[in-house]
């Protein structure tokens, strides 16, 4: 009984091992590079149907949040440099 158990336990080991090394369908260009195109899509994608044409102003939005958030802290330290204290809240700073 033991022996049929780990008889068929490494039957199923061996398949699912098997399974793991199967051919996927993709053509690779390098290991790891394994992205193609589907039928269709364009070698260049600017101008295309698929150019998402993001906004410049949506796109800038982050490093204006980035450059007010870098302002407050400059703030912050320059006010904990002359009182020694930490002080969180910009509009309390003196």
């Given at each position: 009984?033991?022996?049929?158990s ?5 039957a199923?080991?061996?398949l ?11 053509n690779?260009k ?6 193609e195109?589907?039928?269709?899509y364009?070698e260049k994608?600017?101008?295309?149907k698929?150019?998402p ?8 939005k982050q ?24 002080v969180?809240?910009?509009?309390d700073?003196?």
């Amino acid at each position: 009984m033991k022996i049929n158990s780990l008889l068929l336990a490494s039957a199923v080991l061996s398949l699912a091992a098997i399974q793991a090394h199967a051919y996927d369908g993709t053509n690779c260009k390098a290991p790891g590079n394994c992205w193609e195109a589907k039928p269709g899509y364009p070698e260049k994608v600017a101008g295309s149907k698929y150019d998402p044409k993001h906004d410049p102003l949506e796109l800038n939005k982050q490093s204006e949040s980035i450059k007010a958030m870098e302002e407050r802290n400059r703030k912050r330290v320059e006010n904990y440099a002359k009182t020694g204290k930490f002080v969180y809240k910009v509009e309390d700073i003196k």
